[in-house]
């Protein structure tokens, strides 16, 4: 394989992983504002996702990591509900990345 090829190769590689994150982030929205029940969106501001809710953290102004946003979510803080029942590993991880993403702390 020659340079040009090893090069064309490496770009696609690295377009495959940022569509595989953008996918993610995609899964994750849909989980924050549609999947989880109740919806993020109720108690959580995310400029995002188009909510304004009052009672959890503005999460734009917290930018959580996606470490912070899977303990919240799996085990719950305060108010919020444990979420480790009604959600998958993968959605939990989806949502994660999502907040962790969207709000500049990843």
Known sequence: MNKKAVLATAGLLTFSLHASADELANQGKE????????????????????????????????????????????????????????????QIKAVAHYVATVTGSK
């Open 31 to 90: 989980v924050f504002t549609q999947v989880a029940q109740p919806s993020c969106t109720i108690c959580h501001t995310l400029a995002d996702a188009g909510s304004a809710g009052a009672v959890g953290p503005n999460l734009d102004e917290l930018k959580p990591t996606e470490d912070q946003v899977r303990m919240a979510v799996t085990q719950g803080v305060g108010v919020m509900p444990a979420f480790e029942a009604s959600l998958t590993e993968e």
